[in-house]
């Protein structure tokens, strides 16, 4: 990372306000080229929300071509292409594997550390940052300037100031705030007159009113296999069966498209295909050829192997009383539609939505209203579905406000 950078003074020092994987890699970056580095923060130890996303594997990114890999942010995905360019799913294996962590690719083509754990890896780090000198602080809460325009914080001993050249603003959206990103910098910002669109869950479950039968059955259990529809918009994958409704990574997929119609209309309509790969013509002729004389549920199980979970979800979408003829049982296993009335809250989302908007950054990430002030990860306004690119955007914009902050410090 280092040869890409312009040189510049080695006495500067730099804040970096958050210590998440967007915040340690800007530290990363900028110490090493000499910066004096201090990472401020608010929680105990370092990168929680890092090692909550190492209990299902630590998913570091993805192998899909890099055109559809950056089609996945959405309407921010010209914005965020040179900096997931400059910082590509292949540098961040690279960067992995210079960690002493060689990843693997699994089989929907997601990366991860071959030891399937984020501690090693966030050791290592850690380990590289204090070799670069960086300096850590725990326990202090950024609460904005102070009269004098120093960075305030407020930590065990009471309150203390910061004078740095730089300083790089990486605290995270407002997901999991138990961990750390609670989004209380926001009003801070928004006093200074920076525009912050305002939060909302993303990559978080949905309510369905399920019957109570239904409920009591079957939650807890997978859906495997699916084609998710909404709004012209197909996704396949899997879900798992909730008390309150739906989650899993198909739902996440499409949960821009359906927080907005239920933010518009109190509900969105979710279409299932439960057995994506096979057309309706094709399983009404294997339906048929299975033979009358059995039960709907016998016949379902047999024929098409399906699990009670998802013949029953059938019955939530299309009632009790299942198409008898042939035809008719495969267009409802094909289209079982189930209302969504409600988005889980931020406290059970993955990640969020909201955040700094990008009209106000300059073509570097720096704020316009505060010169030297730049920001990184998950405190932008962009949102991604599982799947590696979350952690890949949040460690591309570190590393972009890491290079983009030393070129300011140079000029």
Known sequence: MSDTVPPRPRSSAVAVIGGGPAGLMAAEVLSAEGAQVTVY???????????MAGRGGLNLTHSEPFERFVARYGETSERLEPILEAFSPKDAVAWANGLGQPTFIGSSGRIFP????????????????????????????????????????????????????????????ASWPRLGSDGGWRAVLQARGVPVAPFRPSNSGFDIDWSPLFRERFAGQPLKGLALRHAGHEVRGEAMV??????????????????????????????????????KAQIAERLARAGRGQSTANLLRKALHMPPVAINLLREAHGVALPAEPAALALAIKTSKLRLTAMQPLERAISSAGGVEFAALDEGLMLRELPGVFIAGEMLDWEAPT??????ASLATGVAAGRLALGWLQA
């Open 41 to 51: 923060e608010r929680m105990p130890t370092l990168g929680r929300k890092f090692l």
């Open 114 to 173: 071959k030891v399937l754990k984020a501690s090693p890896l966030l050791r290592a780090w850690v380990a590289r940052l204090e070799s670069q000198g960086v300096a850590f602080r725990l326990r202090r809460t950024w609460t904005g300037w102070d009269d004098s325009g120093a960075l305030a914080f407020e930590g065990p001993d009471g309150v203390e100031t910061a004078r740095p050249d730089a300083t790089v603003l990486a605290m995270g959206g």
């Open 242 to 279: 909730t008390a309150y409704g739906l989650e899993g990574g198909a739902v996440y997929a499409l949960s821009p498209l359906l927080r907005k119609a239920i933010a518009g209309a109190g509900e969105a309509m979710l279409e299932i295909d439960l057995r994506p790969d096979m057309l």
């Open 387 to 392: 799947g590696g690119y979350l952690l890949q």
